[in-house]
């Protein structure tokens, strides 16, 4: 019975050992394949709960393959040539403490092929191969793809045959982007084609990392004939190695809109990345989690392109100037290589709050609402000091959530700061002359004095805050909410009329006429046959809903700013001889109203009607032949077409428009011919009254057109030119100028035009 008891007493001691550790377990391919000619070659491996201090190992059971080492996740050895006449095979075991044993399959072809690709040097992100010809004389492809993507092709031949024809258009591409033929391509494309079954030894460095790839090849010819098997191998690349770095962050001179922040890493031989981010946008984007901010920057980083200009190494501080005032910063840190890969957790070094901005006037603000509308509000405001500049912003409450009245004012302040620089309310406007900065009492309508726009029953943030001559908040912050009121249907009536005498091909005027000066209506011009067609309703009635539904698609959100109130005569920009109907309705966050419609035809151009004229003579150049004249003018146009166009008025002419866009057919939607002769009289991308002008970039062997007239002092144009054309640079179809300096003395009054090739 005591023994019993001393066993019961042990089993319920043992069930409260903490639980043991998850097992190791080893992670690698397989199977792996070599080459029959043999030499060195790598297996990636992880080890998923490793064990301190524990390593693993790796035997053969053959004697034609010697293991060379195993270290940084990546096993290397030795194969010798197979001369048989039959694959044969061989079986790695991979032994690690804790972890069951892991074997992988070693193939190794026979060497009857007629190429060998050898596979050496793999990294985390690639390899250098060998590509050698061992019977074969002439050009080969040679690719690297993902073996998960290769498999299924190689299940079958039918299946490898859809593979090579894949591979032929894409190699019918490139050559088509470049302007040449595939026997042109072959020896110009040294980083996809072997030339004359020489060996090409290529490094791949932009691979993902620990990913199974196939290197293959075959013979191609100059007609995109495949003539041999395809040969491949399998390789998987590495990880990236983790690094044991750790930060320090000094954090001074904090002010209301910056600090000084130092970080020092605990090693000065890797790189890193750190960041500030704000509370609001670390809770709101990254989810408070300091692993999604490493995550959402890496990616960022690694979509510019050029991961490696943003790293740092060693000691880095920077002084900030753009912060929010009186708001909480988090400052994250992490190990990032140069392809943007994290080397290390993500590390949250300290937080530091901003300080408020300082208030040097110690005026106060009365603010209320005097009158609500569904669309509107008046907002009064009464200052204690009469003297003092203030600012009075009505922001929609769902674009304040999460941040705080400084930081909403700083938001409002940064917007009219834009708006400044970009000529919103035109040249030199600034804060010391903005005619929305106002003193003393005032009593404000949102839209009309203001100039915001509202949603019915919906809330709004108004702010008032002193502001000086340079855009600084010079006193607190009064802030009071309002709702506006719901939507209702009114009586309210449009009368819509067109005035042809003040229109033309290129816009529409109409005169619009409310039966109430206060209540606001939203036109929109439409096509004809759409209304007919979607939201005309079998009883010949308007299915205001449909409109209203493609409205606020069409305004993306932005239906408030499109609303007129009393009358108004308004311009819509139309195409030539294309039917319209005129729609319109009362307006209040929706339709109040049905809408009242007007059918019209747009006049066509006046094309014809006058003896204005202008020729035009147009050369094409290969850009590869005008680089050798001037190698700085043209470099990065060498596979493109140039433009070269004279034009040459009559006496008539006051004034002509030409350029070279795409074929017209492409702006049917737009208005077709209209569109074009748009594009021709925006003289930033056209020829406007020039003697000459050019365009660079286009593309060989895509359809172009070319396009010219002239306009009348009268304002009517003489016949309308169009042809279309496709540049050719090769073989019997060559259509180019033999090239000349034709841009170093151009005519006085002549523009050099060079649109960019992307």
């Given at each position: 019975m005591i023994f019993g008891l001393l066993l019961s007493m042990f089993a319920c001691k043992k069930d409260e050992v903490d639980p043991a550790p998850a097992a190791s377990q080893i992670e690698a391919q397989a199977e792996l394949s070599i080459l029959a000619n043999g030499g060195e070659a790598a297996l990636g491996y992880t080890i998923k709960n490793p064990v301190e201090g524990a390593e693993l190992s790796a035997t053969v059971d053959v004697d034609w393959i010697t293991v060379l080492s195993v270290d940084n996740n990546i096993i290397r050895f030795s194969a010798?040539?197979?001369?048989?006449?039959?694959?044969?095979?061989?079986?790695?075991?991979l032994k690690y403490q804790g972890a069951a044993d892991f074997t992988v399959v070693i193939s190794q072809a026979q060497i009857n092929a007629d190429f060998v690709i050898n596979v050496n040097e793999v990294s985390a992100y690639g390899a250098k191969i060998t590509y050698s010809p061992v019977k074969y004389s002439g050009h080969y492809l040679f690719l690297v793809v993902e073996k998960d993507v290769l498999d299924p092709y190689l299940a079958n031949e039918e299946n490898l045959e859809s593979w090579y024809a894949g591979d032929l258009a894409y190699v019918k591409q490139i050559a088509e982007n470049n302007g040449c033929t595939i026997a042109e391509l072959i020896p110009r494309a040294p980083q996809i084609f072997g030339l004359n079954g020489d060996p090409v030894e290529i490094t791949y460095s932009t691979l993902s990392i620990n990913t199974e790839y196939y290197a293959y090849c075959y013979g191609m010819d100059g007609e995109g004939n495949r003539l041999t098997n395809m040969e491949y191998v399998s390789f998987k690349t590495g990880v990236v190695d983790p690094v044991d770095m750790t930060f320090e962050v000094a954090v001074d001179g904090i002010t209301s809109n910056g600090a000084h922040i130092s970080v020092t890493p605990s090693v000065n031989n890797e790189t890193y990345y750190w960041v500030y981010v704000s509370d609001f946008d670390f809770i709101n984007t990254a989810g408070g989690d300091v692993n999604s901010v490493m995550t959402l920057v890496s990616n960022s980083l690694k979509q510019s392109g050029?991961?490696?200009?943003?790293?740092?190494?060693?000691f880095s501080e920077q002084h900030i100037t753009d912060m929010w005032d009186n708001t909480l910063y988090h400052i994250i840190a992490w190990g990032l290589d140069a392809m943007g890969t994290p080397t290390t957790e993500a590390q949250e070094l300290t937080t530091f709050t901003t300080l408020a901005k300082d208030v040097v006037d110690d005026c106060t603000f009365e603010v209320s609402v005097t009158e609500v509308k569904d669309m509107d509000m008046r907002v009064k405001v009464i200052p204690s000091n009469p003297q003092t500049r203030y600012y009075v912003g009505l922001i929609d409450e769902e674009k304040c959530v999460n941040y705080n009245d400084e930081q909403m004012v700083q938001r409002i302040i940064d917007m009219e700061n834009d708006r400044f620089e970009w000529g919103f309310y035109g040249t030199g406007v600034n804060w010391s002359n903005f005619e929305d900065i106002y003193t003393g009492e005032q009593e404000l309508w949102g839209r009309a004095d203001l100039k915001y726009t509202f949603v019915p029953?919906?809330?709004?943030?108004?702010?008032?805050?002193?502001?000086?001559?340079?855009?600084?908040r010079t006193t607190g912050i009064a802030r009071i909410d309002q709702t506006t009121l719901p939507t209702e249907q009114t009586d309210l009536t449009i009368k819509i009329e067109y005035i042809p005498e003040e229109s033309d091909w290129k816009k529409g005027t109409f005169q619009f006429t409310p039966s109430n000066e206060e209540e606001y209506y939203l036109p929109y011009l439409a096509y004809k046959e759409d209304v007919e067609e979607y939201y005309r309703k079998s009883d010949g009635s308007l299915d205001s809903d449909a409109i209203m539904d493609e409205i606020e698609h069409i305004y993306d959100g932005e239906t408030n700013y499109y609303t007129r109130k009393g009358a108004r005569k308004l311009e819509f920009q139309w195409a030539a001889g294309m039917e319209y109907t005129m729609l319109v309705c009362g307006y209040a966050g929706s339709n109040t109203t049905e809408f009242f419609e007007l059918s019209v035809t747009a006049p066509e151009i006046p094309f014809g009607k006058s003896d204005a004229d202008v020729s035009v003579i147009y050369e094409l150049f290969d850009g590869s032949e005008l680089a050798k004249l001037s190698p700085g003018r043209w470099a990065g146009y060498e596979?493109?077409?140039?433009?070269?166009?004279?034009?040459?008025?009559?006496?008539?002419?006051?004034?002509?428009?030409?350029?070279?866009?795409?074929?017209?057919?492409?702006?049917a939607h737009d208005g077709g011919i209209s569109y074009l002769?748009?594009?021709?009289?925006?003289?930033?991308?056209?020829?406007?009254?020039k003697a000459s002008g050019q365009y660079a970039g286009l593309v060989f062997r895509d359809t172009y057109s070319i396009s010219y007239v002239a306009e009348g002092a009268d304002g009517n144009y003489g016949e309308w030119h169009y042809e279309e054309f496709t540049p050719y640079r090769d073989g019997v179809l060559c259509n180019t100028t033999p090239a000349y300096d034709f841009w170093s003395k151009p005519a006085a009054n002549s523009q050099i035009l060079t649109v960019r090739k992307h």
């Open positions: 010798v040539k197979n001369d048989q006449r039959q694959a044969r095979t061989a079986n790695m075991t050029s991961v490696a200009q943003y790293l740092h190494r060693g029953k919906h809330t709004y943030r108004i702010f008032v805050f002193g502001v000086d001559t340079e855009g600084n596979d493109n077409c140039i433009v070269y166009i004279r034009y040459t008025p009559n006496q008539h002419a006051v004034h002509w428009y030409g350029g070279v866009w795409m074929p017209v057919e492409v702006y002769l748009t594009l021709l009289q925006n003289e930033w991308v056209s020829h406007v009254d």
